[in-house]
């Protein structure tokens, strides 16, 4: 049974930074693409980064980019999210899918909350 567990959310103030985690099982990470999203309240959800299966393919969300860095460990089957300078703007349930060809959908992992407040 494949299992994403995503972790390291949490309050934080603007400016602040954290670091969130997606720790898989059941599946052998270094196979799947793996991806960020995140979906804010009354908002769809929206891709936030993804890291290729070899960790050689980056991309980011605009509203990100130069602030977020996406990582993975393939050895510890862990997908990571670095944020920095938090807004509030990027208070959002974030969530982590791992996605590769042939599967119908992808799996998704039940979310960790980020909320910027001061």
């Known amino acids: 049974q494949v299992q994403l567990v995503e972790s390291g959310g949490g309050l934080v103030q603007p400016g602040g930074s954290l670091r969130l985690s997606c720790a898989a099982a059941?599946?052998?990470?270094?196979?799947?693409?793996m991806s960020w999203y995140r979906q804010a309240p009354g908002k769809e959800r929206e891709l936030v980064a993804a890291i290729s299966s070899a960790g050689g393919s980056i991309s980011y969300a605009d509203s990100v980019k130069g602030r977020c860095t996406i990582s993975r460990d393939n050895g510890k089957n862990t997908v990571y999210l670095q944020m920095n300078s938090l807004k509030f703007e990027d208070t959002a349930a974030y969530y982590c899918?791992?996605?590769?060809?042939?599967?119908?959908?992808?799996?998704w992992g039940q979310g960790t909350q980020v909320t910027v407040s001061s």
């Open positions: 899918n791992a996605w590769r060809g042939g599967l119908p959908r992808p799996y």
């Open positions: 059941g599946l052998t990470s270094s196979s799947y693409v």
